[in-house]
């Protein structure tokens, strides 16, 4: 039953901006990929599989933060560790951190929510209740 | 002298993921290029310049965090108002709000510093103090 | 009738890398969003509306090419001069020059089919012939 | 003396666009990877490294082209089979061809010349020659 995972992840040329250091936004795609692993690894294959099934077509962001502790370049390998932090009803917690070894670079948070797509606008979205298969591995 | 600048873009194909809604870094990126054309009203053209004349050679993050209030998809025009929310010692907070018409998109926050090479090792950075012809603009 | 169109852009620093100049398959994503800029002068609003009255998603590549002529790096504006270059059967080529003022700095090409969801497997595509009312306008 | 290598990619969902595929300027980011991921193999390092002791800020492009004869989307695992097929004075063509498994996705080519800053404008690069220890590796 997990509740944590860590990704590996190598810093690339093109993840680094003109002042030699990752481009920031990039940690947060670390970080979303990183989300990604955890829930495959909590037995969700893809947000296509569980659109199929029960309509969820992801879990969107309703806040990030993050930390900038170290700078970084490539081509460095860096690791993410993912767990779940807190539950508050729909939304939850996901705490990555991201380090080079035992050099943390980022301390980030991401607040995310299970949706479906608004059956009254198929351009927006909508939060349902966290599955109850997922949630019994996360309490 | 501005403490204030609102960038427009709009959101293409490339910007939405499979669940058809903005890929939640891209609002990190619009957030730094809004923060660059920020800092080009205030008169620093590039971080090439800054290099050359100061040794500047950006104003990397600390921190930065995002509320996502609302959804958007291509190909919605969106604004970002940008400014500057609070100074402290070296660093500083630039507010940016992202709208699409009078609907809050994204409510985001930067904390950057002026850095330069770090002189021990190329591959590091070093915060320095926020230059004085900008923190003039700024208080 | 158009048959051509130019959308223009700022090189901004996210888009270059630690060689100062952009990042070249940032070219690909400007000259795929100009193929959009372009779809949508010739009437097509999103692939959501073509889907939800065609059941065409997109016009995915069959091709892709490039000539790099002169680097380019941030904060230059570039325009893109997108056309019609060739007509194959359901496959059409868009051609793109890429320039900053006079100069060319990319001279490209997009081989593009107009395509459905494959009815035998929602995972991959299928292409169609190019709708009658598009196919007006380029010939 | 390697010329050729095999990179293994896992496509994310942000990889893929709202058609639910591979978004095309993605494929040439693997292709730009797997050509580092190649040059490491062959002993450089990092193009900070080359910059320090040979002056060559990397290995720029001046043509990439792409066949896209399948598609693919996430979580797929692809691989980029990445090798010399050309030499011309100063430029040569890598040769990449992207599988998952033993279905060819994409048939990529890349371009590119050995590059310093050119003297006459900090903007702008020159191309040199291949250096003798990584030709050597190539014919």
């Not at 190598?10 to 795609?29: H, M």
């Not at 979303?32 to 909590?42: M, P």
Request: net charge negative; glycine share 6%; aromatic share 10%.
């Amino acid at each position: 039953m997990p509740n944590s995972h860590t990704s590996c992840f190598r810093i690339e040329f093109g993840d680094c901006d003109p002042a030699q250091i990752v481009f920031y936004p990039n940690y947060f795609k670390w970080m979303d990929i990183a989300a990604l692993h955890f829930f495959n690894a909590c037995g969700i294959e893809s947000w296509r599989q569980t659109k199929a099934e029960q309509g969820i077509i992801g879990a969107p962001l309703i806040g990030a933060s993050a930390k900038f502790v170290s700078s970084a370049t490539y081509p460095e390998q860096i690791e993410v560790d993912t767990s779940v932090q807190e539950i508050r009803g729909k939304s939850f917690v996901l705490r990555h951190v991201i380090r080079r070894g035992e050099t943390v670079l980022v301390e980030g948070e991401e607040t995310r929510i299970f949706a479906i797509e608004d059956p009254a606008d198929p351009k927006r979205i909508k939060a349902v209740a966290i599955p109850g298969d997922i949630l019994a591995q996360w309490t």
